[in-house]
């Protein structure tokens, strides 16, 4: 089977660690064209250099998603150097868990502004480009607690029952345009993102589950390349996974 993901341009936010570079990585050395977006510029550029002397294509543009423009800046800079958007991987997220006696309401605010809007910004950004080309695929990551309540993560969790909805919504309307639509809902995947957690208990119990069970961020990157590499009438709407010993 051709793998159809040689020569995609495929936009990833969140690029600078985790999951999001581990995907980059990943789609480049199956021959995609990669633009790198997150807010630390010199973790980008170093990887897009790394990815190029590899012998791939990468672009890395700084982007903060919770700004409309700054997204809209991104997509409209791969497709002024790269011609077309085929893929954008709505992957920017933060965690920080608490439980919500706790008033950690800019927490919340900022849990709303990225994992939510941030998605938002990135499905406004690529739909007419998609629109017109008839064809794109928009995936947006979710997680195991979008699926799930957990103690500390009501506000994360409402955050990611939202991505869930909104790309269902989406799958729905993008049907005449020939747009496929991917929820990814990875479980515990060993990464940078409990760093943003304040709570010292909550922070603690999570990186010991986390240290236990958590798997590596390649384990998201063969699922993204799992569905892009799908032919184009077989659209990939969910993926859960998680590690093999996660309970939750
Ligand atoms: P990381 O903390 O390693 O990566 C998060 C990425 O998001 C970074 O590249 C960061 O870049 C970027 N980011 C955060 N805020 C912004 C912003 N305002 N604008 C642009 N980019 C931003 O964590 P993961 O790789 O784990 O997280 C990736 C996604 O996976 C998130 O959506 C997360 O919620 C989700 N997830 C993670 C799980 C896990 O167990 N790790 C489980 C389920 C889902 P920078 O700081 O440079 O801007």
Same mark, same amino acid.
Do not use: C, H, W
């Given at each position: 089977m051709e793998s159809n993901i040689k020569d995609k341009v495929v936009v990833i936010t969140g690029a600078s660690s985790g999951m999001g570079e581990a995907a980059a990585k990943h789609l480049s050395a199956l021959g995609a064209t990669i633009v790198l977006g997150a807010r630390r510029a010199e973790r980008i550029e170093k990887l897009a250099k790394e990815i190029q002397e590899n012998g791939g294509k990468a672009l890395a543009i700084a982007v903060d998603v919770t700004q409309r423009e700054q997204v809209k800046n991104l997509v409209d800079a791969a497709v002024e150097q790269f011609g077309r958007i085929d893929v954008i991987l709505n992957n920017a997220g933060i965690m920080p868990l608490s439980t919500m006696d706790s008033l950690h309401v800019d927490e919340w605010d900022k849990m709303i502004d990225v994992n939510i809007k941030g998605v938002l910004n990135g499905i406004a950004a690529v739909l007419p480009y998609m629109k017109e080309q008839k064809s794109g695929q928009i995936i947006n990551t979710s997680s195991v607690a979008g699926h799930k309540v957990f103690n500390g993560s009501a506000?994360?969790?409402?955050?990611?029952?939202?991505?869930?909805?909104? $790309? =269902?919504? *989406?799958?729905?309307?993008v049907k005449p345009y020939n747009i496929r639509t991917t929820i990814v809902c990875p479980g &515990? #995947?060993? $990464? =940078?993102? *409990?760093?943003?957690?304040?709570?010292?208990?909550?922070?603690?119990?999570?990186?010991?589950?986390?240290? &236990? #069970?958590?798997?590596?961020?390649d384990s998201f990157a063969r699922v993204v390349a799992f569905a892009i590499s799908q032919p184009e009438d077989v659209d990939?709407?969910?993926?859960?996974?998680?590690?093999?010993?996660?309970?939750?």
């Open positions: 506000v994360y969790s409402a955050t990611k029952y939202a991505v869930r909805a909104l $790309t =269902e919504g *989406l799958r729905m309307e &515990a #995947v060993k $990464t =940078e993102l *409990l760093e943003q957690i304040t709570d010292v208990e909550v922070r603690k119990a999570n990186e010991e589950y986390v240290g &236990a #069970v958590g798997i590596s961020p990939i709407n969910e993926i859960i996974f998680r590690p093999t010993s996660q309970e939750l």
